[in-house]
T-cell receptor, first 115, second 114 residues
Framework: AQTVTQSQPEMSVQEAETVTLSCTYD???????LFWYKQPPSRQMILVIR????KQQNATENRFSVNFQKAAKSFSLKISDSQLGDAAMYFC????????????WGAGTKLIIKP | NAGVTQTPKFQVLKTGQSMTLQCAQD?????MYWYRQDPGMGLRLIYY???????DKGEVPNGYNVSRLNKREFSLRLESAAPSQTSVYFC?????????????FGPGTRLTVL
């Protein structure tokens, strides 16, 4: 069975600086998707970025980028120029390529932005 | 578009009471899901519905039932609530044909069972 591990329960960063959130996963599959979701205090889960495992190029979305290391089964999220609105819980999630339902979630990392 | 809506937003039950959590989406999505979120844990899938008329168990289905009333609506029922079911419940939906199946989430229902 697949598992997702986020080893940092909490991280803090100074506004305008860069922070990296870690995620590792365990799978025997070669094709899959990886996601980072953001959950602000409003509780709404919002997709931040996604990565297809067959793509070697790291995904980027504006200030958000990932470092996808398939051999190491690592999928970290880098947030550049941190803003106060980035404060939230961040969840890493895994989905098998041939599954249309099962997202496997990490326990989350709470990101604190210091003004 | 309201997206995914859930009712109620908050609920307090006594042990043994029953209730139904409602979820609706107006995005014409085919698949719908119910998750629970507990402190220090990620989301865990309770039930899902790949398409109208079908439902399947997820990781933690015990104590719950679901109904996919139509394409828009997917309800979650607790027949006899237990304190272990105190959690935040999220409904989500996914469109057909999207290879990566992004899930769109509702705002959640915070349920407390005394």
């Amino acid at each position: 069975a697949q598992t997702v591990t986020q080893s940092q329960p909490e991280m803090s960063v100074q506004e305008a600086e860069t922070v990296t959130l870690s995620c590792t996963y365990d799978t025997s599959e070669s094709d899959y998707y990886l996601f980072w979701y953001k959950q602000p205090p409003s509780r709404q889960m919002i997709l931040v970025i996604r990565q297809e495992a067959y793509k070697q190029q790291n995904a980027t979305e504006n200030r958000f980028s990932v470092n996808f290391q398939k051999a190491a089964k690592s999928f970290s999220l880098k947030i550049s120029d941190s803003q106060l609105g980035d404060a939230a819980m961040y969840f890493c999630a895994y989905r098998s390529y041939d599954s249309n339902y099962q997202l496997i979630w990490g326990a989350g990392t709470k990101l604190i932005i210091k003004p | 578009n309201a997206g995914v809506t859930q009712t109620p937003k908050f609920q307090v039950l006594k042990t043994g009471q029953s209730m139904t959590l409602q979820c609706a989406q107006d995005m014409n999505h085919n698949s719908m899901y119910w998750y629970r979120q507990d402190p220090g844990m990620g989301l865990r899938l309770i039930y899902y519905s790949a398409s109208e008329g079908t439902t399947d168990k997820g990781e933690v289905p015990n104590g719950y039932n679901v109904s996919r009333l139509n394409k828009r609506e997917f309800s979650l029922r607790l027949e006899s609530a237990a304190p272990s079911q105190t959690s935040v419940y999220f409904c989500a939906s996914t469109p057909l044909g999207q290879s990566y199946n992004e899930q769109f989430f509702g705002p959640g229902t915070r349920l407390t069972v005394l």
